[in-house]
């Protein structure tokens, strides 16, 4: 009965056993199941990420800042090429934050303040005053400018060679300065006296002014400079350079840009033609012009920012960039009320 009650224990103690082992087994399995599902979970999760990361349209966005010196035709055309770029490239992917500081160098810092604190992708700083609030804002957002015509005087850089470095870089409205001196030579070649207009508040347009001053002085003429600081002064300035010159040069300027009509009034009835630095100031108030696209200098930035964002150029390499025709142009109205018979090569400015 013994050895018989020995067997039994022996043969109930293996069926324990024998269960116990299944039920391990089991557990293991099931475990390693859970693990495999999650780590398919996690690598289908980090895949859909990097795609969504490379492919804006796929969940990527940016916003982009823009500011805008003041409000006129060769800015506004610069700013809607920018944005037409940009939204080619990125569609509802971007969105801009676009505000104008209405000619005032301090609303520009404020501007770029509220973009910093918005922590935006990129800032378009839209003339040489929102480039200088820009760069002084932030070094760490990149900076593109544009309606700029000198980076190394706008951002008092010694030495300048194409390229500033840091967070900044953009496109240069500048035009050949010897041709547009050569222009007013060609239309007004037996006049003595050239009267240059600009805003002393503007570096870009005192760089201009004397420059094409030298290139004047060499051809024989007598050069003398009409410094306004601002819209309140511009019309006394205006009257004093059209009673003491023979005709005017106004380089590209955006005070006086957005004040033609002011200019206009006065120089057209005292019979003083004037040359102007880009289209905009032409049309309202000039006889010709050595101009280039400003929409196309929008774009030409927009591309370059959307290089940028998506990660294939580094800001602190790309050179200026500079618009790569200019174009004779002349409004025909002016013209034909001061008598000025235009050359067959120049391209007639049309009314809006």
């Known amino acids: 009965m013994k050895k018989i009650l020995a067997l039994v224990m022996a043969m109930t103690m293996a069926v324990g056993l024998t269960a116990c082992g299944g039920n391990s087994a089991s557990d293991s399995t099931a475990d390693t199941s859970a693990e495999e599902s999650t780590a398919a979970e996690d690598t289908a999760e980090d895949t859909a990420s990097a795609e969504d990361a490379e492919t804006p349209s796929a969940g990527g966005s940016y916003t982009v800042g823009i500011c805008q010196l003041v409000q006129h035709e060769a800015l506004d055309a610069a700013t809607q090429g920018f944005k037409d770029a940009l939204t080619e490239a990125f569609g509802d992917a971007v969105t801009f934050e676009e505000q104008n500081a209405q000619g005032d160098s301090n609303t520009c810092s404020t501007i770029i303040n509220?973009?910093?604190?918005?922590?935006?992708?990129?800032?378009?700083?839209?003339?040489?005053?929102?480039?200088?609030?820009?760069?002084?804002?932030?070094?760490?957002?990149?900076?593109?400018?544009?309606?700029?015509?000198?980076?190394?005087?706008?951002?008092d850089i010694d030495d300048f060679d194409g390229t500033v470095g840091g967070n900044i870089s953009g496109t240069s409205d500048l035009a050949p300065l010897d041709q547009q001196a050569a222009m007013l030579n060609e239309l007004f070649p037996d006049a003595s006296n050239v009267g240059l207009l600009y805003c002393s508040a503007e570096a870009n347009s005192q760089y201009q002014v004397d420059t094409v001053q030298g290139y004047l002085e060499d051809m024989g003429y007598t050069c003398t400079q009409y410094s306004f600081s601002d819209s309140n002064d511009l019309s006394s300035v205006a009257t004093t350079a059209a009673n003491e010159s023979d005709v005017i040069y106004i380089p590209t300027d955006n005070t006086a840009a957005a004040n033609t009509e002011i200019i206009n009034n006065i120089c057209q009835p005292a019979g003083v033609p004037i040359i102007a630095g880009e289209e905009g100031i032409c049309?309202?108030?000039?006889?010709?012009?050595?101009?280039?696209?400003?929409?196309?200098?929008?774009?030409?930035?927009?591309?370059?920012?959307?290089?940028?964002?998506?990660?294939?150029?580094?800001?602190?390499?790309?050179?200026?960039?500079?618009?790569?025709?200019?174009?004779?142009?002349?409004?025909?109205?002016?013209?034909?009320?001061?008598?000025?018979?235009?050359?067959d090569d120049y391209v007639a400015?049309?009314?809006?």
Not at 121 to 137: E, H, P, S, V
Not at 349 to 352: T, V
């Open 114 to 155: 509220s973009f910093v604190s918005d922590d935006v992708d990129l800032i378009l700083a839209n003339a040489t005053a929102a480039l200088q609030a820009a760069a002084a804002g932030t070094n760490e957002i990149p900076i593109l400018g544009t309606s700029v015509t000198e980076y190394g005087v706008a951002l």
């Open 283 to 343: 049309s309202g108030c000039g006889v010709a012009t050595l101009s280039i696209s400003y929409y196309d200098l929008g774009v030409a930035t927009g591309e370059m920012a959307v290089r940028i964002l998506s990660g294939e150029e580094n800001i602190s390499d790309m050179p200026i960039e500079y618009a790569p025709q200019f174009t004779k142009k002349y409004n025909p109205t002016i013209a034909e009320a001061l008598g000025v018979t235009i050359p």
């Open 349 to 352: 400015i049309e009314a809006e």
